[in-house]
Every structure is written in C-alpha cells, then in structure tokens.
C-alpha cells in the first residue's frame, strides 16, 4: 500500500488529494494487516472522520479552477438542496451543494453530504422539478451512506487496489476523463463497474427522492421526464449524458418504476421560481465573448425565446455589464426595478451594476434597500461591505462585516471581507487572524496556521487580541497533527 501525503499536491487538484485522505480513511491499517470488513461494512466511518474527509473535499473543490465561485447560483442551489434535505425522513446532518462548471450533464454526491451539480445539468434541465429531481436522488445517496458501503462491500483480497481506486473514481463522479486515465493505468478496469452505483443503491435512491420531490412540493413527473431524455440521449448521440450515466446505470425497468410511481398522483403543476429561471439567464451570460454574450441575450429577449421575461431581461443586464456597456445596462436595470418580481438576485444585479459603473452612492443606497427588503440573503451583504469598502467608508465596512460575522461565523466569504477591511484599516494582526479563519473554512489548516503566524509576528493588535490568535494557533496545530496521524 503506496502511502500518501493529504498535503502533497497532485497533478488534478480536484478532489484527488481528498480522496487519497479518504483512502486511507478507509483502510486504517497496512495492507498486511488487512481489515475486518465485517466490523467495517457495519460501521463505514465514524462521523467525525466523515466530517473530515467533507472537509478534505471541500478544500480541494474550493481551489479547483471548475469550482464556480458565484455566491448567488450556490446561494439558489443551496436553497433548492436544503428544501429537499428538509423533508427528508432519513438522518439529518449537514450538506453543502455547490456548482462546478463544466457543460457536462452530471451530479455527484461525496462523503461528508458534498453534493456537487454541474452548470450543464443546471441549464439542461428543462424545469426546476427536473433539478430538484437529480439533487433528491443525490442526497438520498448520502443519507443512506452508500459510497462507504460499496467500498467497504468490496472483498478483502482486493483493498489495497480499492483504496487506490476508489479516489480516482470517485473523482470521476466529477470528470470521467481524468478517472478514466486513473484506471487505466492500474489495469483494474473490471474494478470500476463495483465502484458504481449497484442497480439496489439506484432504486433506493429513487424511492426515497420520489418522496423527497413530492414532499416538497415539486412535481414527481419531473424525474422520469429527465430520466428518460437522458436515457434517449445516450441512445441516439455521442452527447454529454454519458457522465452521469455512467455512475448512476438507468434501465428502462428505473425509469418504468418512476413513471408508474408519479402516475399514481394527483396530477400537480408546479411553477418555476423565478430564482431557477435568472440562475439560468446568469449562467448563460456568463458563456462565450461579452459581445456574443450580449447579442444572444438581445435576440432571445427581442424574439421572445423565453420561459420569463424577466429572466431574459436579467440575462441581457448581466451581460451588458460584463460587456462594460453600463448605461444600456442601467436602463434594463431600471425596467427590471419597475417590475413586480422582487427577488434578491435583481436587487443584487441593481447594486452591482452601479458599483462596476463607478457609482458608489447609488451602489451603496441599492444594497441598503436589498438587504432590508431581503435580509438574510449574504450575497447582498457581501455586495454591501464591498460598496463600503469601494467608497473608503473603511469604519462602517468594519461594523457591517462584525455584525454579519457575529451571526454567521462560519462564512469563510465574510472572513475574507474582513480581511480586507482590517487591511485597509492597518490592522495586520487582525487582518491575518481574518485571512486565516477563511483558510481554516476552506479546509486549509496548514495555510490558517501559516497566515495567524504571520498576524502575530505583525506585532500590532491589543493584548486581548494577541491572545486569542495564540490560542486560535495552537487549536489549529493540534487539529493539524491529528489529521496527519490519520
Ligand atoms: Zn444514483
């Protein structure tokens, strides 16, 4: 059994070097010594190590160049996620959705409730209850714990190569290229079929994301409407649909069961959130060159190729200012305010805008009117203590970004803000303590301890603030030693 260092980066930063952590997670002692998978297979992993390979996830994801850093389309499939999770009857525990970009039609779910959706899948979907659909079938894959179980059901003589295996292919939940090449080159390619979801686990997860979707009030034709265009997909085209298809077998016997499932309800339409329509439009301003970006978006609102309209202006907004065509933008913007909708994500655009076009009091007065109209959506806080800080309003940036932390600690985007703000303010102690809580967040002990370190070199800062970095240091330290044991 090779050994394998978490910290040692690989060619493939996505989640490769958290899969080696989980490997060996999953076969705690030496090849020579191997397992009782009896005791194994009972238990899978305990759920603080769950929670560690989550992290050891996460931390890779969030550095990832596929990992899409946009706080409002993670904010929407969080939303989306947690109302499915919600109604969910099996154990409760946390999850964290996030969106990778990539125009492939795929979801995963990892250890530690990761669950991972492409932007191919969120623009492939034809309704929001087809989304909903593939993210309930994911979390019902995590809550019924079936990726420990297949590895912990392989048999015994095969471990050492099934830890080895079992990060590269989990990794191709995300990117079947890169796992591909991984198997090839142990020569187990047999393996990789075990490594996938068996046809139990499948219909499982449907049962359980059958009643997911219907308790949360999607409607249940959705899944056996996606399901089965997927499946004609992969029939007739050399398309994108084989992804996700490859991890998750569907017969036409799956998506029988799912067809006679929905047939049995009362027939329900479900509407769209507006949100599931703008994340859309956002996403497809953001493809291509800003120009192309802008026409697309003109010709679609112009000849009415939409499912909202207000979408569609949101859309060609959002490309205008990436095109930096701010005045254009300010008037679709002003259509877009004088309308009924109120969403958060339009209030955002509208304060945005203003900000990238250089006005900073119209900015500011936006995100204000958002954040009161909508408290509790972060991105617009976000957007409030970056207007702040653009206006050099560097004291009351501090009180905003305080105040957020002091109700959401754990937000490793408002510790970054914070650093920011403590920076402009001179505060080098505070502004590394900041620096190093947002890497801690991201799963990054080694960098945490790196940028405290250098906080409590800075030599500035009160007493009482030296102390708790010190004390912050040493909990990362100890943490730090305790992974690297594992
Ligand atoms: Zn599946």
Do not use: C
């Not at 899948?121 to 979390?139: C, D, G, K, N, T």
């Not at 991984?182 to 996938?196: E, P, W």
């Not at 930096?324 to 679709?332: G, L, M, P, V």
């Not at 119209?362 to 204000?368: D, P, V």
């Amino acid at each position: 059994m090779p050994t394998f260092s978490p910290d040692r980066p690989m060619g493939r930063p996505l989640m490769l070097r958290a899969l080696l952590a989980l490997a060996l997670v999953a076969q705690p002692v030496a090849a020579s010594d191997l397992p009782d998978l009896g005791e194994v297979s009972r238990q899978y992993f305990s759920d603080q190590e769950e929670q560690a390979i989550g992290r050891a996830i996460m931390r890779d994801v969030y550095v990832d160049p596929r990992y899409l850093d946009d706080p409002e389309i993670e904010a929407y499939l969080n939303q989306l996620g947690y109302k499915l999770v919600s109604v969910s009857t099996r154990n409760q525990r946390e999850f964290t959705f996030f969106v990778v970009n990539d125009p492939t039609i795929n979801a995963f779910a990892m250890p530690g409730g990761n669950i991972g959706v492409h932007t191919g899948l969120l623009l492939a979907a034809q309704s929001e209850s087809e989304l909903a659909s593939v993210v309930a079938h994911e979390i019902s894959h995590v809550t019924q714990d079936h990726i420990a179980r297949m590895i912990a059901a392989q048999s015994q003589s095969q471990w050492p190569t099934m830890a080895a295996l079992a990060l590269a292919l989990l990794a191709a939940r995300s990117n079947p290229n890169v796992a591909s090449a991984a198997v090839a080159s142990t020569q187990a390619y047999s393996i990789q079929n075990q490594l996938n979801y068996s046809r139990d686990y499948e219909r499982e997860a449907d049962r359980l994301g059958y009643e997911m979707l219907t308790r949360a009030d999607y409607d249940p034709r959705g899944m056996s409407g996606f399901f089965s265009r997927l499946q004609r997909a992969n029939r007739f085209y050399d398309s994108s649909a084989p992804a996700y298809l490859r991890t998750h077998p569907l017969t036409t016997e799956r998506i029988a069961d799912m067809q006679a499932r929905s047939e049995g309800s009362s027939y329900q339409q479900v509407e769209d959130s507006l949100e599931f329509q703008l994340v859309r439009a956002r996403l497809r301003a953001q493809e291509n060159s800003p120009a192309d970006a802008v026409l697309a978006a003109r010709t679609a609102l112009k000849e009415k190729r939409y499912g909202s309209e207000t979408a569609a202006r949101y859309g060609l907004a959002t490309a205008l200012v990436r095109a930096r065509q701010f005045k254009d933008a300010e008037s679709e913007v002003q259509k877009l305010l004088s309308g009924k909708p109120a969403s958060p994500m339009i209030q955002q655009l509208a304060a945005d805008t203003a900000l990238a076009a250089g006005n900073q009091a119209l900015a500011l007065q936006r995100y204000q009117a958002g954040n009161a109209a909508h408290p509790g959506y972060r991105p617009l806080q976000y957007g409030h203590i970056q207007a702040l800080l653009a206006a050099g309003r560097n004291g009351d940036a501090l009180k905003q970004v305080d105040k957020e932390l002091s109700l959401y600690p754990l937000d490793r985007r408002l510790w970054r803000l914070a650093a920011q703000t403590h920076a402009q303010l001179g505060h080098r102690l505070q502004s590394h303590r900041a620096q190093a809580e947002a890497a801690a967040l991201s799963g990054n002990l080694v960098a945490a301890i790196e940028q405290v370190s250098l906080g409590i070199k800075a030599g500035d800062g009160s007493f009482y603030e030296l102390s708790a970095a010190e004390a912050r240091r040493r909990e990362w330290e100890a943490a730090e030693k305790s992974q690297r044991k594992n």
